[in-house]
Nanobody, 116 residues
Framework: EVQLVESGGGLVQPGGSLRLSCAAS????????MSWVRQAPGKGPEWVST????????HYADSVQGRFTISRENAKNTVYLQMNNLKPEDTAVYYC?????????RGQGTQVTVSS
């Protein structure tokens, strides 16, 4: 069974930082690209970032480019999202996501709130 468990969210002031983690199990983590998406209250899901299976290629949404960094440790079946210079508009539930055989999986999410 595919499982994705996000952690690391919380309340942070504008300009602050958080590091999200996503622990994966139930599939061969090291051969799949992994993504982070987010969903703000009252809005649809927004893609944030993707990292390829080997970790050497990353992509970011324009809204987070230069502030967020995605990384992974295949030995630990974990993907991370380092978020710096957070803004109120980054407030959302953050999910990690994987596509396996045309099916999308995501975890339960972790809440990130940016507020003074």
């Amino acid at each position: 069974e595919v499982q994705l468990v996000e952690s690391g969210g919380g309340l942070v002031q504008p300009g602050g930082s958080l590091r999200l983690s996503c622990a994966a199990s139930g599939f061969t983590f090291g051969i799949y690209d992994m993504s982070w998406v987010r969903q703000a209250p009252g809005k649809g899901p927004e893609w944030v970032s993707t990292i390829n299976s080997g970790g050497g290629t990353t992509h970011y949404a324009d809204s987070v480019q230069g502030r967020f960094t995605i990384s992974r440790e295949n030995a630990k079946n974990t993907v991370y999202l380092q978020m710096n210079n957070l803004k109120p508009e980054d407030t959302a539930v953050y999910y990690c996501k994987v596509r396996i055989s045309l099916r999308q999986y995501r975890g339960q999410g972790t809440q990130v709130t940016v507020s003074s």
